[in-house]
């Protein structure tokens, strides 16, 4: 079969690796696609001997921007791997609690009314209820906004979380994120059941309140040192102005649950901000909870966690313990990363939401070489990772973490590191050398990227069951705009004294580089998906046709090109165990992406990159209206604002609608040779099935998340325009 199995010599074995049984075939087609490349530049370079012209140089520049992505994709395909692990052999590495390593827990937060505490408190409880010891888990909630709201939250959560753990605890709960568990069981015949949940709806009814008024009631509060806390918040505490705010809620030793068991430690911080020092975003936030733990609790192993990324499989942990207890394990181990998926995600994925190729195909292709990027949430680290090289050493706080937490001096060193001039006063090396990196927008890949290049290598971990579930945009545009910001900071990346395409190449190694290259220059792809779905219909619709005749064998080859390449994409999907239908709304949103959010973020970069203007960090709404959630559940496209993303787009569909229609008329009834507009044809026709969610939001609907009137007229009024130039051209 061509495969691998890695039992480290035991009887017992923690975990194998299998090469996946597609490999060879991968590896052949590429030769096969390779030589079929190499034929279509030759014939852009015989017909450009012939004649140049701004068409032909326009496809050219999209057929070789299109080789560039695909050969960089070939590298997820070289050698992917599956892994498995055996939770239930680990009893025989790890016999006693001391054995088990301390996890600190980081949470992220950045915005009370766009991320709900609700939200974050669900995932903090998923975590500390996990099958692991207690005395060994710590949860760090950064709250990056600032808010008392999120505080008070917080302390809601602690007191629930001594009802919940123990009830996790004695019925063998999976599911514990107490949201996700009271949707999925409605037993109300069950009285601990029934008193459990109304603790949680009374818990989450007072939260809601205070969010939507904006008042921490008295009546709240259950004594003075939760008013004292509250205090800090004065007239000049604001979001992005305001000293460093930690607060214990949870200790280790000190606080039991209901049964008397104990309590793992839950630690908010919000770090200081000063409108006179950069805050570098999450990662600015992430390096203080790197330091404020290292004074509290220096755990080996860190998770981080998104805001709505909860924990759905309580022995999470205990896999990873199979990797990194694993005596015979590379110890240039230094991640291990869990796959982001959603729930919540309707029956055919209309938005392409799951980024099933992104975040569960790609990464078991690298998985087979150095291993998986960092993908920002679900991913678990030594502590050691952010402090150098596998040969370095991690820093040494154990004469604070043997103190309690809660202690003054303990509390006075935590808000020191927390202080918004704290890496300035001390000219550290933060988000350079040590910590997450500082200096894009997309802080995680630039991170893994680079830990990578030190030295360090990563595993990818996909159990059966997912081991973290989280939110996804249902309306077209915050999903666009999230991919945007995305596109961006991988631009930032790419184009960075460190850009994958040399530095990663040389660094790591060639096939790695490239999986990383490929990613950095994700937003390209707008190049020849804009010039492909207007330059050939363009020209359809002046009569001019642009590509070999349909008699012609070069004409086969654009088919074998097209075929080959949705073709692979398709069969990779099936053996995920997805549906024809969701395959083909990915590819739908990647044509979308390509006219719109990769585009922007194109000139976005470009006009940042000159000084005219900067993209800030914009929180992605978990906020969902109940009609939205209807129509996306339903399958319908959300449109209903006037976003920019749109003109695009439906002008996109628009002249390829024009165009193919105008095609049929030629053939048809001006005696025009079907032979000649073949190739055109098909690319219009591909773009008005692609199109079908526009069409019928601009005239078909009539609820509110229609393609708005301005949008429609807007691009009515461009597609014509931009006939006219081409009439010029052609």
């Known amino acids: 079969m061509g495969s691998s199995t890695e039992s480290h010599g035991s009887a017992l074995p923690l975990h194998t690796c299998v090469v996946k049984r597609r490999t060879s075939a991968n590896r052949l087609f590429a030769i096969v696609y390779s030589f079929a490349i190499l034929s279509l530049l030759y014939h852009h370079y015989t017909a450009l001997l012939h004649s140049f012209n701004m068409v032909s140089f326009l496809i050219l520049l999209a057929d070789v921007v299109l080789v560039f ?10 050698r992917p791997v599956e892994r498995l692990v055996f939770v239930e052999h680990l009893e025989h590495y790890a016999r006693n609690i001391s054995d088990y390593p301390r996890l600190d827990v980081f949470i992220c937060t950045a915005d009370p009314f766009k991320e709900p505490p609700m939200c974050v408190v669900n995932t903090a409880l998923s975590v500390m209820a996990y099958d692991y010891p207690t005395e060994k888990l710590s949860v760090y909630v950064s709250d990056d906004g600032g ?19 123990p009830y996790c605890r004695k019925n063998k709960i999976v599911e514990r994120c107490p949201e996700a568990y009271f949707k999925s069981h409605h037993s109300w015949f069950d009285p601990e059941t029934d008193q459990i949940r109304m603790m949680y709806e009374n818990m989450r009814a007072r939260v809601q309140s205070v969010v939507q008024t904006g008042i921490i009631n008295l009546d709240y ?15 000049e505490f604001t979001p992005k102005n305001h000293p460093p705010v930690v607060q214990v809620l949870l200790e280790q ?25 950069p805050h570098n975003f999450k990662a600015g936030a992430l ?12 755990a080996p192993v860190i998770l981080t966690l998104d805001t709505d990324m909860y924990s ?19 110890p240039k181990l230094g991640y291990i990363q869990f796959p982001q998926i959603y729930h919540g995600i309707n029956e055919n994925d209309i938005y392409g939401g799951q980024l099933k190729l992104e975040f569960q195909i790609e990464p078991c292709g690298v998985d087979g070489l150095v291993g998986p990027n960092y993908v920002g949430t679900g991913c678990f680290f030594r502590r050691r990772v952010f402090f150098g090289g596998p040969s370095s050493e991690t820093p040494e706080r154990n004469h604070l973490v043997n103190k309690s937490i809660n202690s003054k001096q303990v509390l006075a060193m935590a808000h020191h590191v927390a202080d918004s001039d704290f890496e300035k006063q001390t000219n550290s090396k933060w988000g350079i050398e040590i910590g997450f990196k ?19 290598k990563s595993i ?18 915050s999903a666009l705009n999230q991919i945007m910001r995305w596109s961006v900071g991988l631009l930032e990346v790419a184009f960075c004294r460190y850009s994958p395409i040399a530095f990663g190449v040389k660094s790591i190694n060639l096939l790695q580089g490239l999986c990383y290259t490929h990613y950095a220059f994700w937003p390209m792809w707008s190049i020849p998906i804009t010039i492909y779905a207007f330059v050939p219909q363009l020209a359809l619709l002046n009569s001019a046709s642009i590509f070999p005749k349909a008699s012609d064998p070069w004409f086969l080859l654009y088919i074998f090109l097209f075929l080959g390449a949705y073709g692979q994409e398709c069969l990779e999907f099936m053996s995920a165990g997805e549906t024809i239908q969701r395959w083909w709304n990915n590819q739908r949103m990647w044509t979308i992406r390509g006219l719109s959010c990769f585009a922007f973020a194109l000139v976005e970069y470009l006009l940042k990159f000159i000084g005219i203007s900067t993209l800030g960090f914009s929180v992605t709404s978990k906020v969902v209206e109940e009609e939205q959630s209807k129509r996306y559940n339903k399958g319908i496209f959300e449109f209903g604002v006037a976003s920019p993303f749109f003109l695009p787009i439906t002008t996109a569909a628009l002249i390829n609608l024009a165009s193919f229609m105008w095609g049929m008329v030629q053939v048809l009834f001006k005696q025009r040779s079907f032979d000649d507009l073949l190739m055109q044809m098909l690319l219009a026709s591909f773009g008005t099935l692609n199109g079908w969610p526009l069409y019928e939001a601009i005239i078909l609907r009539t609820d509110e998340g229609k393609m708005p009137l301005k949008i429609t007229l807007m691009s009515i009024t461009l597609a014509l325009t931009l006939y006219l130039v081409s009439s010029i051209v052609f």
């Not at 992505?69 to 997820?76: G, K, L």
């Open 438 to 456: 500082y200096g894009t927008l997309v802080e995680d890949f630039y991170t893994g990227y680079l830990l990578q290049c030190k030295g360090w």
């Open 312 to 330: 759905n499989d309580p022995q999470t942990p205990l896999r990873v313990l199979c990797y990194l207890l694993d005596p015979a394990m590379d």
């Open 147 to 165: 808010s008392k709201l999120t505080l008070f939250a917080f302390m809601e959560a602690a007191r629930f979380a001594a009802h919940w753990l």
């Open 253 to 277: 030793n000190k606080d039991e649950d209901v049964t008397g068991h104990m309590m793992p430690n839950l630690v908010y911080v919000s770090r200081g901000k000063s409108m006179k020092l």
């Open 69 to 78: 992505m695909w050969t960089t994709s070939q590298a997820f395909r070289m």
């Open 221 to 235: 509060i259950s004594d003075e040192g939760e008013t004292e806390v509250f205090s800090r918040w004065t007239d």
């Open 287 to 298: 390096n203080v909870l790197l330091r404020v733990s290292g004074i509290m609790t220096n």
């Open 460 to 477: 990818f971990c996909n159990p059966k069951r997912p081991a973290f579930l989280g939110n996804s945009p249902i309306d077209l545009h």
